[in-house]
C-alpha cells in the first residue's frame, strides 16, 4: 500500500537537516506552509468573531437576572434612575428589610416543601423506575403512558376540586397539601428519568449478583443503586427546581402560614407601589437556590426537560 | 401446569409491588380531582350564592362557548404558545449552534445561558414588568431611546407581547439545550463524508444537520406548548390578564372565574374544554416521546 | 463436585408458542467440561440460564446431585456464572468484585482476602486487585470474571460466551487457559459458545443444539467423524463439509459425471428407503486437487491462502442436478491452480457421509 520510497528518504533526512530547514526545503514547500498559515489565522480569526458572538448572546440572556442581583445592591433611589445607575454603594439593607418583612418564613416553607415533596418523589420514584426497567412489569408502556399522560393535563383541569377537597378537609393553607401535590406534579417526570438511567445498568449485573448470593434487595442495595446515584441526584435537582420555582397551587392554596417563596413576591406589586430595590433582594433570594440547583444539574437538565428522551 | 402458573403469578405481583405506591398515589392525586371537575362542569355552582347549586346538563358549555370573553382567551393561549414556542425554537437553534463549537468558556456561556430558565418564573415576570420594561426607568426604553422609541408604555400598551417576550427569554435556552443535545448527538463521520463528498458547509447544514435536529426541534417544540399550557405566574405578575382579559390565556382566566367569581360549574366547564384541547397536542407529543425513546434505546 | 442432569427440561418465553429450549435431555458426568454449540436463537444459552436458575424450567426438571432445582433460586444453586460482558459490578474494586459472593455467604473479612488473593495469583491478578473494571483491560476483565467465579469453588462453572468480547489472539490463548484451570479444579463446567471451534477444542463433550433441539451430544472426535445429520455435518469443522445433493446409482452416487463408490450398507439403506437421491458429505481435507479427468471435473471460483495450505473453492463443471454444485477442499500445494482453470477435485481418505436428502438423518453408521 505505501510508497517504499518516500517514508525512508524523508525518516534519514529530518533529523540531519532540522538544523537549518531553511536553506533545504525547496520554495514552493515554504510558500505552501506560508499560504497554510494564513489560511489558519484566516480561520482563527473567523472563529474569534463567532466565538465573541457566543460571548454576548450569553451575557445578553443572562443581563436581566445580573441586573436584578445588582439592584438588590442598591438604595431605593438609585434603583429609579433614567439613565440607570451602574456606578453605587452596595447595601445589604434591602436583604435586611425583606427578611425582616417576614419573607423568611416563606423562604423556609418553600425550602420544606421542596425537600419534602422531593424525598416523597424519590421513595415512590425509585421502586416505581426499576419496576419499569430492569424488572418490568406486564404492560410497562401503558404504565408509562399513564404516568406521562397525567404531565400532559393542564393545572387548571383540577384546581377546583383540589380547592374544594383542600378546603373542606382543612389543608388550606397547609403546607402538606402543597408537598402532596408537588409530590404528584414531578413523580411522572422523575419516574420516566430514572428509568432512563435504570436502562443503562446491564441486567446480568442484577445476575450476577443473584448468583453470588445477595438477595433482589441486597443486589439493589449494593450494586444497583451506587450505579444509578448520580441520575438519582439529577433527578432529585430537577423536582427541586420544580417544586421550588412552583406558583399555581401555592397562591391557590396557601395564604399566611404556609406561603411560599414566589408567592411572597405577589405582596411587592400590590399595596404602596413598588420597591424595585426591595423587591429584587427578594426576586435574588427567591431565585437563588433553584438557579444554584440548575447550574450543578445542567448536564442532566435535558433529560428531565424531555422526561429522559434526550441523554 | 397450574403450579407453574401459581409461581408467574406471586412472580407478577413481586414485579409490580414497587411499582404500586407511585401508581395509586398518581391516580388519586390527578385522577380523582378531574372526575370532580368533570362533575362540576355539569352544576350550576356560585360560591357566592350558596344553596344555589344544582344539575343542568352541558348547558355551562354552552355559556362557555356564547362567552366573547372566553374565545378572546382561548385565542390569547394558542397566540402565546405557538409565537413563543416558534420564536424560542428559532432563537434556540442560533444559540444551541453558537454553542455547538469550542471556545475559550463555553461552558460559563452555557450557564448562563440557561439561567432565564431556572429563575424562578414569577421573579421572571416582576424583573421584565419592572426593570426591563418600565416606560420611565426600564432598560428597553433606555436601549431604544437613541432610535426615538424611548417612551414606549410596553405593557400596557402591548400587554400580551410583553408576557411573550418574557416567555420567550425564559423558553429559548429549553429549546437550545433540546437542540444542543441533538447537536452534540449529531454522528461527525457523517458530516465528514459529507465534505469529502464535496459539500460546504450550508449544503451541509441544510443536508445533513437539519434533517438530524428535526426530531429534537419537534420535541421541543411539543414539550414546550405542553409546559406553556400551564403559563400563569407570568400573566399574574405582568398584566393580571388585563386591560380586560387582552392578556388573559385560559389557567388565569379559570383562576379568574373560579377564585375571585366564585363561578365553580362554568370554570370547570372551560378546564374539561382545555383538556381537551391539550389532547390534542398530548397525542403527538406521546408518539414523539415513545418514537425517541425507542430510537435512542435501539441507537445505545 | 456434581452431576448434573436435564430431563425434558423446556423453557418457554412468554408471547412466544415455540420453546427457547425444547425437551433438552443431557447427563453430565462430575468434572465434566461440557460445551453447549449452536447458531444465534438454538435456544443453547436459554438451556445454561435454566441451570443457573436465570430462566424458568417450564416443564421437566435440571437436577444437580440428585436435588430437583425447580423453583431453586440462584442463589442457593452453589453455581457460579462468567458472563459474556462480565457484568463486574463497576462500582468495587477486582478485590470487591470477586469477594462478593464470600461476604454475601457471610465470611470474615481475612479469610475472604485471603480468597481472593489466592485466586488472584492463580490469575495474574494479584497487581490489579484495587483497581475499579472500568480501569481494566478487556482480557484483564474477562479474568476477573473468571475469578469472581473461581473464588467460591462452587459446584459448577456456568460460562456464557465468556471470550466472545475478545480479540483473537488472545481468546485463543484464554481458551487453552480456562481449559487448563477447569482441570486443575475439576469441577463440573457447562461453557456456551457459538464458536464451534471453541467447542471442539475446549469441550469433553460437546451438545450441538438447534431451534431449541438437541442434535447430537458427544465427543469432539465422534462429532466430526459420524454427525447424525446433516446440519451437525455442516455446522462443526471449518470450513464446512461440503454437501451436495446427487442421485443415487447402483455403486454409489453420481457427482459430476462421475461416480463416488459408496460403502455397501450406505447402499442398503439407501435402497431400503427406496431413495433415488441423497444428500452426500465430504470434509474439504477428504479432496485432494488432480488434473481434469482424475476425479470430478471443476472449475476454480477462489483460492484462499492460508500459508501452510489453501483452501480451493470450486464449482462443478458437468453438472447433473441443474444447480451448480460448489466444493471446497483443501490442498497442500501452495499453487493448486488459477481463477478459472478447470482441475479435478479426487476423494482421498475416510468414508462419504451420507443423509437423508429431506429429513437430513443420517444414513449408516
Known amino acids: 500500500m505505501s510508497d517504499p520510497a518516500r517514508p525512508t528518504s524523508t525518516a534519514a533526512e529530518t533529523p540531519r537537516k532540522s538544523a537549518s530547514t531553511e536553506a533545504v526545503v525547496p520554495r514552493p514547500s515554504t510558500e505552501n506552509v506560508h499560504r497554510r498559515r494564513r489560511a489558519h489565522r484566516k480561520h482563527r480569526g473567523v472563529g474569534m468573531i463567532w466565538s465573541a458572538l457566543a460571548w454576548i448572546v450569553g451575557l445578553g440572556f443572562f443581563f436581566p437576572v445580573l441586573w436584578m442581583v445588582l439592584t438588590a445592591f442598591k438604595h431605593e433611589r438609585e434603583a429609579y434612575t433614567d439613565p440607570p445607575t451602574l456606578l453605587f454603594t452596595p447595601t445589604l439593607d434591602q436583604f435586611q428589610a425583606v427578611l425582616g418583612s417576614g419573607m423568611g418564613l416563606t423562604l423556609l416553607n418553600s425550602a420544606f416543601a421542596t425537600a419534602v415533596s422531593t424525598a416523597c418523589v424519590l421513595a415512590l420514584g425509585i421502586p416505581a423506575a426499576f419496576a419499569l426497567s430492569l424488572r418490568p412489569v406486564k404492560r410497562t408502556q ?138 429584587s433582594a427578594a426576586s435574588t433570594l427567591a431565585a437563588l437556590p433553584v438557579v444554584i440547583a440548575g447550574w450543578i444539574a445542567q448536564n442532566k437538565l435535558v433529560r428531565g426537560l424531555s422526561f429522559g428522551a434526550i441523554k | 401446569m397450574t403450579k407453574q402458573s401459581t409461581i408467574s403469578r406471586a412472580e407478577g405481583w413481586r414485579r409490580r409491588g414497587p411499582l404500586l405506591p407511585a401508581l395509586i398515589f398518581t391516580i388519586v392525586v390527578t385522577q380523582v380531582p378531574f372526575a370532580f371537575t368533570l362533575y362540576y362542569s355539569t352544576q350550576s355552582w356560585n360560591l357566592v350564592r350558596p344553596g344555589s347549586r344544582e344539575f343542568i346538563g352541558l348547558r355551562n358549555y354552552l355559556y362557555v362557548f356564547r362567552d366573547s370573553q372566553f374565545r378572546e382567551v382561548a385565542l390569547n393561549t394558542v397566540i402565546l404558545i405557538a409565537g413563543t414556542v416558534l420564536i424560542s425554537a428559532v432563537l434556540g437553534l442560533a444559540v444551541a449552534l453558537l454553542l455547538n463549537r469550542t471556545f475559550r468558556g463555553r461552558g460559563v456561556v452555557r450557564t448562563l445561558v440557561i439561567t432565564p430558565f431556572l429563575i424562578t418564573p414569577v421573579a421572571g415576570a416582576l424583573l421584565w414588568k419592572t426593570a426591563m420594561f418600565d416606560p420611565v426607568f426600564g432598560l428597553v426604553n433606555f436601549v431604544l431611546q437613541p432610535l426615538g422609541l424611548g417612551d414606549v408604555e410596553w405593557v400596557s400598551q402591548f400587554p400580551l407581547a410583553s408576557v411573550m417576550a418574557n416567555l420567550i427569554w425564559r423558553w429559548t435556552p429549553f429549546m437550545m439545550l433540546l437542540i444542543l443535545a441533538g447537536l452534540q448527538s449529531m454522528p461527525t463521520d457523517v458530516l465528514e463524508a459529507g465534505r469529502v463528498d464535496g459539500a460546504g458547509p450550508i449544503t451541509l447544514f441544510r443536508e445533513l444537520t437539519l434533517p438530524h435536529l428535526r426530531r429534537f426541534i419537534e420535541l421541543g417544540v411539543v414539550l414546550g406548548a405542553i409546559y406553556l399550557i400551564n403559563t400563569f405566574g407570568a400573566v399574574y405578575m405582568m398584566t393580571q390578564g388585563g386591560p380586560g382579559v387582552e392578556s388573559a390565556n385560559l389557567p388565569f382566566y379559570i383562576y379568574q372565574r373560579a377564585f375571585l367569581g366564585f363561578d365553580i360549574g362554568q370554570a370547570a366547564a372551560m378546564g374539561v374544554i382545555t383538556v381537551v384541547a391539550t389532547i390534542l397536542i398530548s397525542t403527538l407529543a406521546l408518539r414523539l416521546l415513545f418514537k425517541t425513546f425507542t430510537a435512542t434505546r435501539e441507537a445505545a | 463436585m456434581a452431576e448434573i442432569a436435564y430431563k425434558s427440561a423446556s423453557c418457554i418465553y412468554e408471547g412466544t408458542d415455540t420453546p427457547a429450549v425444547d425437551r433438552l435431555t443431557l447427563e453430565i458426568e462430575d468434572g465434566e467440561f461440557v460445551v453447549l454449540v449452536g447458531p444465534s436463537g438454538s435456544g443453547k444459552s436459554t438451556a445454561l440460564r435454566m441451570l443457573a436458575g436465570l430462566e424458568d424450567i417450564d416443564e421437566g426438571t435440571i437436577t444437580i446431585n440428585g436435588t430437583d432445582m425447580v423453583g431453586v433460586p440462584s442463589k442457593d444453586r452453589d453455581i457460579a456464572m462468567v458472563f459474556q460482558n462480565y457484568a463486574l459490578y463497576p462500582n468495587m474494586t477486582v478485590a470487591e468484585n470477586m469477594g462478593f459472593a464470600l461476604k454475601m455467604r457471610g465470611l470474615a473479612k481475612d479469610e475472604r482476602r485471603r480468597k481472593v488473593e489466592r485466586a488472584a495469583q492463580l490469575l495474574d491478578l494479584t497487581e490489579m486487585l484495587d483497581r475499579k473494571p472500568a480501569k481494566l483491560s478487556g482480557g484483564q476483565r474477562q479474568r476477573v470474571a473468571m475469578g469472581r467465579a473461581i473464588v467460591r469453588e462452587p459446584q459448577v462453572f456456568c460460562m456464557d460466551e465468556p471470550l466472545s468480547n475478545l480479540d483473537a489472539k488472545l481468546r485463543v490463548q484464554t481458551r487453552t487457559q480456562i481449559a487448563a484451570l477447569q482441570r486443575r479444579l475439576g469441577a463440573t463446567t457447562v461453557y456456551v459458545t457459538h464458536d464451534q471451534v471453541e467447542a471442539m477444542t475446549m469441550g469433553d463433550r460437546v451438545a450441538v443444539l438447534k431451534d431449541g433441539l438437541l442434535q447430537q451430544f458427544a465427543t469432539p472426535t465422534e462429532l466430526y467423524d459420524s454427525p447424525v445429520n446433516a446440519f451437525v455435518a455442516g455446522f462443526i469443522g471449518s470450513p464446512a463439509m461440503n454437501l451436495v445433493s446427487a442421485p443415487v446409482t447402483s455403486e454409489g452416487v453420481k457427482l459430476g459425471g462421475t461416480t463416488l463408490p459408496l460403502e455397501r450398507d450406505q447402499l442398503a439403506e439407501l435402497h431400503e428407503h427406496g431413495l433415488t437421491s441423497a444428500t452426500v458429505g465430504l470434509r474439504p481435507e477428504q479432496l485432494e486437487v488432480a488434473h481434469p479427468g482424475e476425479g470430478v471435473d471443476v472449475r476454480i471460483d477462489l483460492v484462499e491462502e492460508l500459508g501452510s495450505d489453501s483452501y480451493v473453492h470450486a464449482h462443478l463443471t458437468a453438472d447433473d442436478t441443474g444447480e451448480p454444485a460448489t466444493l471446497v477442499a483443501r490442498s497442500h500445494s501452495r499453487t493448486p491452480g488459477r481463477l478459472g482453470e478447470t482441475i479435478a477435485f479426487r476423494k482421498s481418505h475416510g468414508p462419504v457421509h451420507v443423509f437423508h436428502p429431506e429429513t437430513g438423518q443420517r444414513l449408516a453408521a
Open chain 1, 142 to 279: 401503558d404504565v408509562l403512558f399513564f404516568f406521562i399522560s397525567t404531565k400532559m393535563l393542564p393545572i387548571v383541569a383540577v384546581i377546583i376540586p383540589l380547592y374544594v377537597i383542600v378546603n373542606e378537609i382543612g389543608m388550606l393553607d397547609n403546607i402538606w397539601a402543597l408537598i402532596v401535590l408537588y409530590t404528584a406534579m414531578n413523580l411522572p417526570i422523575a419516574i420516566w428519568m430514572m428509568r432512563s438511567f435504570f436502562l443503562e445498568v446491564p441486567p446480568e449485573l442484577l445476575e450476577a449478583a443473584s448468583m453470588d448470593g445477595a438477595s433482589l434487595a441486597t443486589a439493589v442495595r449494593r450494586v444497583i443503586l451506587p450505579l444509578v446515584s448520580p441520575g438519582i441526584a439529577a433527578t432529585a435537582l430537577i423536582c427541586v427546581i420544580f417544586s421550588w420555582n412552583e406558583f399555581f397551587f401555592a397562591v391557590n392554596l396557601t395564604a399566611v402560614r404556609a406561603q411560599t417563596a414566589p408567592v411572597s413576591l405577589v405582596g411587592f406589586i400590590t399595596g404602596e407601589g413598588l420597591f424595585w430595590a426591595r423587591l
